[in-house]
């Protein structure tokens, strides 16, 4: 049974979670088939765009089920089916932070816990406002996990991470957007799909190839002084002006061909 689609539709790859059974919860099925898509996607010569979305009606993700995680630990080998589970859904967060496409996350109706922090690591996070969301890991007895102590902090602040960790409340997407955690919320599910179209058609008149390259600069500063950033910045422009395309690009643009 297939949990996690791909979709195709010209350069995007739509990755939908659609497990109705669990609400696309978290467990060992759907890391398995999660991240063999997230690599499939990434190794994809035509794809230039990856966007996460769920087919379900009512939730994106309830992320890891209390029940079911009570369930494992009293299991004899629980810990290490645990063990693999988060394993696995680390690899996932590091293959959507470092990939080489423009990622995307769609997300509507209720996205729990890890649901939503999976999505952290998105270039792009769009939601329906009135998603629902919650940070509830004080309350379950657990820590924060699946780079919510790495996002949350560098994205909303350190205050607010320990508001919404201590308090365990429910927030909404639109509370979200203002602290910075998504970009853009859209009325309904059906705008967000049509703006995420919208969205995809204006990234693919820009010169893909260099997506990577942007993505490693954002990702490097945080560890460089200034010194080595604009030196890194060098080298990699450096490295666009070699590109053959470079000069017809830049003629389009003076142009007016593409916009800018």
């Given at each position: 049974m297939n949990i996690v689609n791909i979709?195709?539709?010209g350069a995007i790859r739509y990755v939908e979670l659609n497990n109705s059974d669990t609400k696309n919860g978290f467990d060992l099925q759907m890391s398995q088939q999660l991240l063999k898509a997230i690599h499939q996607v990434n190794?994809?010569?035509?794809?230039?765009?990856i966007v996460f979305t769920s087919t379900l009606r009512a939730y994106f993700s309830i992320g890891p089920d209390p029940k079911n995680l009570a369930e494992i630990l009293a299991e004899k080998d629980g810990l290490d089916l645990l063990d693999q589970i988060v394993s696995n859904f680390n690899q996932i967060i590091l293959a959507i932070y470092h990939s080489p496409k423009v990622t995307i996350a769609a997300i509507h109706g209720c996205a729990y816990g890890g649901g939503l922090n999976i999505m952290l690591p998105c270039d792009y996070r769009m939601a329906v406002e009135r998603t629902k969301l919650i940070?509830?890991?004080h309350y379950m007895g657990v820590t924060p996990d699946l780079s919510s102590s790495y996002f949350l902090p560098r994205l909303i602040g350190h205050a607010r991470t320990m508001e919404l960790i201590l308090t365990g409340r429910m927030f909404t997407a639109t509370e979200a957007k203002e602290w910075?955690?998504?970009q853009e919320v859209t009325k309904t599910r059906k705008e967000m799909i049509e703006r995420v179209e919208q969205l995809c058609e204006q990234?693919?008149?820009g010169e893909t190839e260099t997506v990577g390259l942007m993505k490693k600069l954002f990702q490097q500063s945080f560890l460089s002084t200034?010194?080595?950033?604009i030196e890194l910045?060098?080298?990699?422009?450096?490295?666009?002006?070699?590109n053959?395309?470079?000069?017809?690009?830049?003629?389009?643009?003076?142009?007016?061909?593409?916009s800018i």
């Open positions: 979709r195709s539709k190794e994809d010569p035509h794809c230039q765009i940070e509830n890991f910075g955690l998504f990234i693919v008149s200034l010194d080595q950033q910045e060098k080298e990699n422009l450096m490295a666009c002006f070699k053959p395309n470079l000069q017809e690009r830049l003629h389009g643009v003076a142009n007016g061909k593409f």
